[in-house]
RNA sequence: UGUCUGGUGGUGUAAUGGUAGCACAAGGCCCUUUGGAGGCUUUGGUCAAGGUUCGAAUCCUUGCCGGACAGCCA
């Protein structure tokens, strides 16, 4: 099995790799910079990782650097909250940037000075248009916009304008900054975009030094040119933009080589929803508990799932880079969660929905102590003593009264093993009044465990347990995907992805029975309830004194598949 | 009737004119005190039609199908 650092299809490259690489070769570059440059209104989800493990990997591999930037351009959207939440994210993932976070904000001043050398050359002018004229006038894609009635205004006007702009002598929407290029382009990004609009708005960092603030257009490629990326990655939607920030660029006295605009397919995954506009609807709406609920598809909500770091960026390194717009299955998420929980989780035993057994060849005060490993491939990680006593818990679905075939677990008469102890046969069921099963009755076979004169006897099944009077109480949240449909976006019109939300998507659970040594569970160990799946303690739920258990993913199971 | 861009097994990706491979998923077998893990194995693919070539997933032509773009969002 491959394992960390390795690269899986290791010869082979993507086609930015080899983009780079080839500009290292030929000696258009020395050293590569990347840039991540998130804007700080939400929260980053797994398609950022995907961003991010490209960026940073880059650099990583090429001995560059990557900045971690912040795109602050919209102070009504962004917050402080927000940046603080990338930050933790992006190290949690396991990378660090160069130096500090870089601010598109702290580059406001020469931003707008490149704004004003493009007034000086004629290429951008004060608008008057309102919004809507301004849409009216834009065009089709398939119809040319006309020219604004304040193109041709003189430059003396237009840099006067401009200040009076930013000192906030303006009503809020009532000019912009255009760059003058072409209203009849067929690229509509070409057709005067806006540059600047007037917003009377606070921003987290500069305060109330600005009642302007640039557009995305003019911020981004400009901030690169300024930091000296050399390959500015973004997701296909900005490949319509790609001439606009060659454009912008090409106008300025600026190093040279300019960076270069390279797009690549956004990750999507199957049963969730990847834009953050949905996710904080969500948030909002209280479909889920918050940015890091553990349904999410954000990295704090997969992080207080259980999922670790080395599994997402294994993810991303398996699904690849391409142009091609792509739907990922879930399953390859899932794979890769369950190969790094396998790899590190520690083999532990917990009942979710128990059924007491008596075992009533065993003396009421029987207490025995028995050894258990805690990691079958990892010798090192030792081993812990379980409490076994006459009175278990086993679970529900481990016995049937009247099993269909193939099932290899306990049926009334039937014998099965004890998981580190002793063969168990069911002697009796007992029913209450309404003939629901409460309580087994059983008796071992005292030679049968490990190393006993009939341990070597076959039995079909192995069952987890716990003692009855040594478990702990748990709650124990179990977790399916969000939504019932694979792709909620691409819903028929009128049916709202959130009408497809799943309602089973979280189902807690109660009174579960751990062993002994889960009662001070960290939050940082993951853990395997054998048989079951990938659990983690909860860091924030865990009420009055009783552990809070999140199960981060089952086991594979082929019982489930093979009954259907 | 616009511009940009893409189409390789069920899914995601490799092959850069020379044996269509890998991973996930699915099926089968072995092993197993986790119906886990692991090992072995099977099924299944180049959007279509022409052309160039000894040879095409790759180059050319035409067609078909998909995605993005009409915020003073990013």
């Known amino acids: 099995m491959s394992t960390e650092g390795s690269t899986e299809n290791n010869p082979s490259q993507d086609f930015i790799r080899e983009i780079v690489h080839g500009d290292l070769a030929s000696g258009k570059h020395n050293e590569i910079v990347t840039r991540f440059p998130p804007e700080p209104n939400g929260y980053l989800h797994i398609g950022h990782a995907k961003s991010i493990c490209l960026n940073f990997g880059v650099a990583e591999e090429t001995k560059g650097r990557c900045h971690l930037r912040f795109d602050d351009t919209n102070p009504a959207r962004e917050d402080t909250e927000y940046v603080d939440a990338i930050k933790q994210d992006v190290e ?167 960076p270069r605009q390279i797009e690549f397919a956004r990750l999507n995954l199957g049963y969730t929803v990847m834009s953050k506009r949905k996710l904080l609807q969500l948030v909002q709406d209280g479909d889920v508990d918050g940015w890091d609920d553990p349904r999410m598809p954000t990295l704090s909500g997969l992080r207080r799932r259980g999922v670790t770091p080395q599994a997402i960026r294994h993810f991303c390194q398996r699904i690849g880079l391409t142009k091609f717009n792509a739907l990922t299955d879930i399953a390859l998420l899932e794979h890769s969660i369950r190969e790094d929980l396998n790899r590190c989780a520690l083999r532990v035993m917990g009942v979710l929905r128990p059924l007491k057994v008596v075992i009533e060849n065993l003396p009421e005060d029987y207490v025995e102590m028995l050894e258990a490993i805690n990691h079958p491939e990892k010798p090192e990680e030792g081993s812990r003593q379980l409490v076994f006593s006459r009175e278990i818990y086993i679970e529900t679905d481990d016995f049937m009264e009247d099993p269909p075939k193939k099932f290899f677990r306990l049926q009334p008469g039937g014998e099965v093993r004890l998981r580190y102890a002793y063969i168990l046969k069911c002697e009796e069921v007992i029913k209450d009044a309404d003939g629901n099963i409460v309580e087994l009755r059983a008796s071992i076979d005292p030679e049968s465990k490990r190393g006993g004169a009939t341990s070597a006897r076959k039995v079909k099944g192995t069952i987890h347990w716990v003692s009855a009077s040594h478990a702990v109480d748990a709650e124990v949240r179990l977790y399916d995907r969000l939504f019932t449909q694979e792709e909620p976006d691409a819903q028929k019109e009128g049916k ?69």
């Not at 601010?103 to 008057?128: P, T």
């Not at 939300?501 to 569970?521: Q, R």
Request: charged share 25%; aromatic share 12%; glycine share 6%.
């Open 92 to 258: 949690w993932l396991g990378f660090t940037w160069h130096e500090q976070p870089f601010y598109a904000s702290d580059y406001f001043d020469r931003l707008y000075g490149y704004a004003q050398e493009l007034i000086r050359q004629g290429k951008a002018y004060v608008c008057d248009l309102s919004a809507e004229a301004f849409m009216q006038t834009r065009g089709t894609p398939t119809r040319a916009g006309e020219n604004s009635p304040h193109r041709d205004r003189g430059v003396e006007e237009n840099l006067i304008l401009f200040e009076s702009m930013r000192r906030g002598e303006f009503d809020d929407g009532s000019k912009t900054l255009r760059a003058k290029i072409d209203m009849a382009s067929p690229n509509i990004h070409l057709r005067d975009p806006a540059l600047y609009r007037i917003r009377k708005v606070t921003h987290h960092r500069t305060g109330d030094a600005w009642a302007i603030y640039p557009m995305y257009d003019f911020a981004h490629c400009l901030s690169d040119a300024i930091e000296g990326i050399t390959h500015s990655l973004c997701t296909l939607e900005f490949e319509v933009h790609r001439p606009l920030y060659d454009w912008i660029l090409e106008q300025l006295d600026l190093p040279r080589p300019l």
């Open 496 to 564: 709202d992805y959130r009408s497809l939300l799943n309602p089973d998507s979280m189902v807690k659970l109660e009174g579960c029975k751990l062993e002994a040594s889960l009662g001070e569970a960290s939050d940082q160990t993951r853990y395997q309830f054998e048989r079951l799946g990938y659990f983690c303690a909860d860091q924030q739920s865990n009420q009055d004194g009783k552990p809070v258990f999140h199960r981060t993913i089952s086991l594979r199971d082929s019982w489930a598949k093979a009954k259907g």
